[in-house]
């Protein structure tokens, strides 16, 4: 298993950036990936970016295209999500995840196909 600690939101203003982290502890699988989600309150959680941590393919949500990155540090086991041109929309609270891909099938974007989460950390975004 995997134990997730997610770090680094807090309040920004509209347009302003942000960067979120997520720390990866425990036994990392040998072929896998990581992203993240967001859940408003009142709303479903929403696929935000991922990454796979060989090959390094990211991929996006609509709503954060151009705007949000998604890197990774292998020597730390960490992932980074770099949010710029924030929207009060973005406000949320943001959940790291990983996904096992060995002998797997990835549904990047359906929060069902990952295995293990962090906690979260609150994003909020003023007008």
């Known amino acids: 298993q995997v134990h997730l600690v997610e770090s680094g939101g807090g309040l920004v203003q509209a347009g302003g950036s942000l960067r979120l982290s997520c720390a990866a502890s425990g036994r990392t699988f040998s072929s896998w990936a990581m992203g993240w989600f967001r859940q408003a309150p009142g709303k479903e959680r929403e696929f935000v970016a991922a990454i796979s941590w060989s090959v390094g393919s990211t991929y996006y949500g609509d709503s954060v295209k151009g705007r949000f990155t998604i890197t990774r540090d292998s020597t730390k086991n960490t992932v980074y999500l770099q949010m710029n041109s924030l929207k009060p929309e973005d406000t949320a609270v943001y959940y790291c995840?990983?996904?096992?891909?060995?002998?797997?099938?990835?549904?990047?974007?359906?929060?069902?196909?990952?295995?293990?989460w962090g906690q979260g950390t609150q994003v909020t975004v003023s007008s």
């Open positions: 995840t990983t996904k096992n891909l060995r002998g797997r099938t990835w549904t990047v974007f359906d929060r069902w196909s990952y295995d293990d």
